[in-house]
């Protein structure tokens, strides 16, 4: 074992209907929450405020004298949680805006080698950044960097284009960067101040002075650190979701390098053929058509719907019931294959249109993403490195000869050298194939995909 640790998020659950006063109280912390999160998001979400953001005092200090804590009667204990939550998202979104412009970068024909060097570094730099944004630029280039890191802004201006690359660099931001807002009002952050567990439940405090909801949980678990509450107020219950460090385990015998394909009737196939997750093709048609059933049903006879609890009780169950298959056969993956690394594609979005609306409801529903997100997190957890390849014509490539050949029904053949396999452990032993030719898209111990 490792002292190395990873991230899981748990929940717990409200045992019983949340009184109407008390989802009330809640509601009203969640509206306080979102109305504070659009503030800062208004305020500090555009380039004008680049640096306030590292490392984010200098926000909470104009949010401290701003006067909107005192506007909403909000408790400081969510007020700068609130805040320090939007400040992530801000943050988060300028990261994807920048891995958007280095991928839009690297595809430009008109910016020289040069020129996407001196952007790398535009990009790497904050301070650098935001001068070229906010165009504070005397001599043409960023200046007041640290010495070394002058010297080199300064060096790779000197080979480039500056004019043209600081041009290009602010029409991506436009073109990238997304103002965010929020209409969503039914959670809110919660620090170690705000909440006490007790009595088999959990405390939380509200607007009204030494004033607490209780809530009784279904288990008896404490934990500490910041807490996010999910509320359900047509359910009348609520979620609390905490994120807890796990030890990272390591594994001396888990020495194999195992390329796998996901799939909507077998759910994981390796390249040797293994399978794992056969019922879920089964299990997950039988959700789909439910969910589309129901669908169907609620839209002809809505003017007279009474209310959708026992649905959303009962999507809840099937739900549960899909993703414990789930988590059982990625288990059963990881131990039976014992691998040092996972190579699989990198799955593309969801396209609209299809064959029919069936299928289409079938594909929209599938639950790629969250077979996924809890294959990373195992990994992580078991300290096995994934590698996530390019994934165009994975399918249709030869795993043997390379060359191009065809899929009848869920057969794989080769024209060229005769080779015949099962459509997704050709697959399978394509992303074994691209990661060992460095066609790689990610690299990580189970990262994150957000």
Known sequence: MTQESAVRTVRQYSAKPISGEDMEKLLEIAGDYRRVKNYVYERYGGIGSLGKLYPGYTVQNEMTVC??????????????????DALGDIKSQWTRTKTAMRKA???????????????????????????????????????????AVQAQCDALAEASDVRRVHGYLRRQVRKHQVKLSTERADGFGVTERAYRYADHGIYLATKRSRQRVFLPLTDSRQYTGQLYVKLFPREQRAEIMAAVRVRVKNHPDYTNRVGIALGMKTMLTTQEGHRYGTEFGTLHTEYAEWLREQSSVYRRNRADNAGRKKYTAKKHRKEERLHSYINQQLNLFLQNEKPETVCMVKLPPPKAGGVNRKINYSVSVWQRGYIRKRLLQKCREQSVEVVEVLGKGIGTECSRCGASGSVEGERFRCASCGYEADEKTNAAANALKRAGEGQIKIIGTGDSDK
């Open 67 to 84: 006067g909107l804590r005192a506007e909403l009667g909000m408790p400081s204990v969510y007020y700068y949680r609130a805040v320090f």
């Open 105 to 147: 970068a690297a595809r430009n024909e008109n910016l020289t080698e040069a020129d996407r060097h001196y952007l790398r570094f535009l990009l790497k730099v904050n301070n650098a950044f935001e001068a070229v944004l906010n165009e504070k630029l005397p001599e043409g280039k960023p200046s007041g960097l640290p010495e």
